[in-house]
T-cell receptor
């Protein structure tokens, strides 16, 4: 069974640019969540999509946005990149019900120069 | 506001001994708790979970204990193996949503 696939694995951008990250969930999973991981901060929740609708949102500025397609694939977009956006961005999928574990992809390492 | 805390950034244990990783939380509404293991350059891998209606859950060498009154959970690994060396994250969620709150992780080193 294929796991969660994130593309690209690595990305280098400069300040002010925008970036789009992609996530393909495990087959059958309808929920996709995005997290930002920085050193010492653990995983910070960005947002969750379920059936093409944003169901939960963390405390990140509006420069961070996402969407989900009818096949449950999801994209995350960050506009006007800042140096502080350098991080590992992780995507996780689940069936979407409560009290079910999320399964993670290997992440996209975003570096801002 | 860090609602899930792992106060030990690192832990070293001899192979064959018990590893105990600890996690504290502040939100009494959390009712589902999980542990993940993360190797470098990989995403977190789900290990084990526990619902708030239980105080213990076992899966092979891994056991999670939940103390709701103390808002504390722990992961026991017995016996510890060198392959267990990784960063361990605890996470929690409420039954009203699918949003997970993660701790900052504990780096476990199992010494052969």
């Amino acid at each position: 069974k294929a796991g969660v696939t994130q593309t690209p694995r690595y990305l280098i951008k400069t300040r002010g640019q925008q970036v789009t990250l992609s996530c393909s969930p495990i087959s059958g999973h309808r929920s996709v969540s995005w997290y930002q991981q920085t050193p010492g901060q653990g995983l910070q929740f960005l947002f969750e999509y379920f059936s093409e609708t944003q169901r939960n949102k963390g405390n990140f500025p509006g420069r961070f946005s996402g969407r989900q397609f009818s096949n449950s694939r999801s994209e995350m977009n960050v506009s006007t990149l800042e140096l502080g956006d350098s991080a590992l961005y992780l995507c996780a999928s689940s069936f979407g019900g409560f009290n079910q574990p999320q399964h993670f992809g290997d992440g996209t390492r975003l570096s801002i120069l | 506001d860090q609602q899930v805390k792992q106060n030990s950034p690192s832990l070293s244990v001899q192979e064959g001994r018990i590893s105990i990783l600890n996690c504290d939380y502040t939100n009494s509404m959390f009712d589902y708790f999980l542990w993940y293991k993360k190797y470098p350059a990989e995403g977190p891998t789900f290990l084990i979970s526990i619902s708030s209606i239980k105080d213990k859950n076992e899966d092979g060498r891994f056991t999670v204990f939940l103390n709701k009154s103390a808002k504390h959970l722990s992961l026991h690994i017995v016996p510890s193996q060198p392959g267990d060396s990784a960063v361990y994250f605890c996470a929690a969620s409420r039954n009203t949503g699918n949003q997970f709150y993660f701790g900052t992780g504990t780096s476990l080193t199992v010494i052969p």
